[in-house]
């Protein structure tokens, strides 16, 4: 029987050379009407990048263990002390740090995942960049306040901190020699309260209508690691195409999970999942700041949101996927620099 699309042959063509180039996975939508919009998106989905203890690690780490164990009060005899039983510990430190033949991981998975496979789709109509900055609220109080004050006009680290001491200590003599008759004494008579008793501390706060000055300042937390969000709308003209949104959808899942890792029988850990590099791009030229590497935390996915539909392969008529990466570190003036 004819195809009813006498276009369809030469789609298959280009679909083909697109899924094998460089021997890899490209998945792309859309895929018909390209040069429409050149804007694109494309994520690249490659292994995390692990190094192995070296041998010197892990000897020494082993080295520590045997010595830990050597100093346990087991109630063992010296004999039993032996270098013979330092060997096996030794021996059961090397197979918990590099493996034995009771390991049991061997990856399961199938060769594209992590393999560098690409996801070209189109840039989104709107895109959110936001770097954020954290502070800490800190109360210097009046021995802080007195030492950045000192610090500031030019002292050194040593002089600034007996003369803070000095100024400190001053109302404190104040009111141990003329009760609290003196400014300089009533603000000491507040300190010492507030540590001791804060009713007392308020007691005095109110008689003598003086609060104690906090000094807070914002003392510099660091740079937060920035969080992207891609929203895009897939609706296919094709069964070709219906086909490529379902790749798509799967592609994004398989990268973004960790594989778990057994011992013994046993689920003992995750490895971490693959990390994806993202450009962004109109006619081949680099738009908006860089993005880091990155990791998929989260993949949503609506079928059908504004129809019942389908076509007639059984295919939805509608999918929605949302996407948000986070990046691995956290950025700094130098990056910015550097186009980030």
Do not use: W
Not at 134 to 151: F, P, V
Not at 288 to 303: C, E, H, R
């Amino acid at each position: 029987m004819a195809r009813q699309d006498p276009n369809q042959d030469v789609r298959d063509i280009r679909y083909q050379r697109l899924r094998n180039t460089a021997g890899k996975e490209r998945l792309n939508y859309p895929l018909n009407d390209q040069e429409t919009y050149q804007g694109r998106v494309i994520f690249t989905a490659r292994k995390t990048e692990t190094i192995n203890l070296s041998k010197s690690v892990s000897e020494a780490l082993i080295s520590g263990a045997v010595e830990i164990d050597q100093g346990l009060n087991l109630g063992l005899t010296e004999e039993q002390r032996s270098d013979e039983a330092a060997q096996e510990v030794r021996k059961e430190a090397q197979d918990a740090l590099t493996g034995s033949k009771n390991t049991t991981f061997r990856s399961n998975l199938p060769a594209r995942v992590g393999s560098g496979r690409k996801c070209t789709l189109y840039l989104p109509m709107s895109m959110q960049f936001a770097d954020r900055v954290s502070y800490n609220n800190i109360d210097l109080g009046i021995l802080g306040a007195s030492t950045e004050g000192a610090l500031q006009s030019g002292a050194g680290l040593g002089s600034a901190i007996k003369e803070s001491l000095f100024n400190s200590f001053n109302g404190v003599g104040d009111l141990i020699n003329y009760g609290l008759s003196s400014p300089g004494a009533q603000v000491a008579a507040m300190r010492i309260a507030s540590k001791l008793n804060t009713g007392v501390a308020g007691a005095i706060s109110s008689t003598t209508g003086i609060a104690l000055n906090p000094n807070k300042r914002a003392i510099l937390a660091g740079p937060e690691i920035r969080t992207f969000r891609f929203s895009f709308k897939m609706i296919p003209d094709s069964h070709e195409e219906a086909e490529e949104v379902k790749r798509i959808v799967r592609f994004f899942r398989e990268e973004m999970y960790p594989e778990s890792q057994k011992e013994l029988g046993v689920a003992a850990a995750f490895r971490y999942p693959s990390i994806f590099d993202i450009q962004m791009k109109y006619r081949n030229t680099d738009v908006a700041s860089f993005i880091k590497p990155s990791y998929l935390t989260d993949v949503g996915v609506v079928y059908n949101q504004s129809s019942m539909a389908f076509h007639a392969d059984g295919n939805f008529q509608e999918t929605d996927i949302t996407l948000t990466f986070t990046e691995t570190v956290a950025l700094t003036a130098q990056d910015i620099v550097n186009g980030y």
